[in-house]
């Protein structure tokens, strides 16, 4: 047996790992999109490194575009299998890869006539709606903690993970002949005490373990911190200077716990009396997919939703869905809070807001968790003065605030404590994915004083044997 790396090896995104049975049969984990790559991104979407008739199943951990958004190309290239994941992820993905394929769409669109204007060669999108659409005829769906039989010799069990709703841990039971392996991989591990979701799960005793390294090297802030943090840079800039927040941010998982805290805030009367618009028509569309999946709550929330049905909402918050109401913000006089899509800056409707709201010194720019370094939203979180946006350079003028705990990725403690229901003296060997080459290092060295061993950084194409 083999396992492969495709993606999110050396670097976070573009999850895809491939997992070659005895058999010849293809297992692969996730098929998510690069992201903020730089020049190298649109090479690496198209380019597998394996071919997509020749995988047998795909296993999904998570809606997020960096694991779930090339599912469509993989279709439209040749995959005819099954693609299995959680409830909760199916109804996600219906609308975050139609919303990929859009963004795709416009952008191709809005470069193409900068490229015609200089006569070069016109780009086409990775794939289009249609190719979104007819992908999800081969969705499965597995409950949490349910051992299903996706292929001969092969059991899936997912386990929650707690990063967005519907995240899984992936535990795989192998039968080869007379030899069982047991493989997890960890997807995106999220944090404990979240204020919407469940704690990861502990899972089973694994063989070998494919786990995520985003924040291998750091600790988050306390959230009862960020609050305060929140409150503090909607009064300065806000009231102080009358400018606006301007704050890239997933429309899964991360825009809600953004809306729950400035909710919150609002009930407190600690929150300005300022309007604040989530511009992300998938946001809006995930935050009713949210409210269909209540098993993926946690205590907490559940109770407290028994008294505000609504915790993702208040009187000066509006949801904006049309391309003319977006437009719009763009035009506000006088303080407000703008959310928007994508959390890296890469795409969507956030590098607008940016583009027009960058140099003006009485704004803030509120980074709200990881970004890719070389994306737009990394690039400023590391203090660039000046960045470019579709072509055009644009000075730096604005503020800008990192608030980390708002983050879904837990930090290193948090890891750890999800990794103590394993004796590591049983696990084989563990491969680090999903992190930055900055980071292995220090996450190493936090899993070898676990009592980890047999540790490896997975490095982009490199195939391994599992004895």
Not at 242 to 261: C, D, H, L, M, Y
Not at 305 to 329: A, R
Not at 380 to 406: Q, T
């Given at each position: ?212 390294s985003t924040y291998g090297d750091r600790l988050h802030d306390k959230f009862g911190d960020v609050e305060e943090q929140l409150r503090r840079v ?125 140099e003006d010194p009485r704004n803030t720019i509120l980074i709200v968790g990881w970004a890719t370094p070389s994306s737009l939203a990394g690039r ?28 879904a990725h837990g930090d290193y403690k948090e890891m750890l404590q999800f990794l103590s229901c394993q004796n590591p003296d049983l696990v084989k ?39």
């Open positions: 047996m083999q396992i492969g790396f495709y993606g999110a090896a050396g670097t976070v995104t573009g999850s895809k790992h491939l997992l070659t049975l005895a058999n010849g049969k293809n297992v692969l984990l996730d098929c998510g999109l690069f992201q903020g790559r730089g020049q190298d991104t649109e090479q690496l979407n198209r380019h597998w490194g394996f071919e997509p008739r020749g995988v047998d199943v795909l296993v999904l951990s998570h809606a997020h575009i960096d694991h779930s958004g090339l599912i469509p190309k993989l279709v439209k290239d040749g995959f005819s299998g099954q693609i299995f994941c959680t409830p909760a992820t199916a109804d996600l993905c219906e609308i975050m890869l139609a919303d990929s394929a859009g963004i795709q769409e416009s952008e191709v669109a809005y470069v193409n006539k900068k490229l015609a204007a200089k006569g070069k060669q016109l780009i086409k999108p990775l794939y289009d709606s249609q190719d979104a659409q007819r992908c999800l005829k081969q969705f499965n769906t597995i409950k949490y903690n349910e051992p299903a039989e996706v292929m001969e010799g092969v059991e899936l069990t997912f386990t929650d993970a707690g990063h967005i709703i519907g995240s899984a841990i992936v535990n795989l039971k192998i039968t080869e002949g007379d030899k069982t392996t047991r493989l997890t991989f960890t997807g995106d591990i999220g944090k404990y005490g979240n204020r919407i979701l469940k704690d990861p799960q502990p899972f089973p005793q694994a063989d070998y373990i494919l786990c995520e909607v009064e300065e800039t806000c009231v102080a200077k009358k400018g606006k927040i301007i704050i890239p941010a997933f429309s899964v998982g991360r825009t809600q716990e953004i809306v729950n805290v400035l909710n919150n805030l609002a009930f407190e009367h600690q929150l300005p009396s300022i309007p604040v618009y989530v511009d992300s028509p998938l946001a809006v569309d995930a935050t009713e997919i949210m409210h269909n999946h209540p098993e993926c709550f946690n205590e907490e929330l559940t109770e407290y939703m028994e008294n505000d049905p609504s915790p993702f909402g208040f009187n000066k918050l509006h949801y904006t869905q049309s391309v003319q109401e977006s437009i719009q913000l763009n035009t506000l006089k006088g303080p407000a809070i703008i959310i928007s899509a994508s959390g890296m800056a890469e795409a969507g409707r956030i590098k607008h807001h940016l583009k027009n709201h960058i400023l979180r590391n203090g660039e003065k000046s960045v470019s946006i579709y072509g055009d350079y644009y000075d730096v003028n604005a503020e800008v605030v990192v608030i980390d705990p708002f983050s060997r563990m491969f680090l994915v999903h992190g930055d080459p900055e980071v292995m290092p220090t996450w190493t060295d936090h899993l070898t004083d676990a009592g980890f061993k047999n540790i490896t950084v997975a490095q982009y194409e490199d195939i391994y044997e599992l004895l």
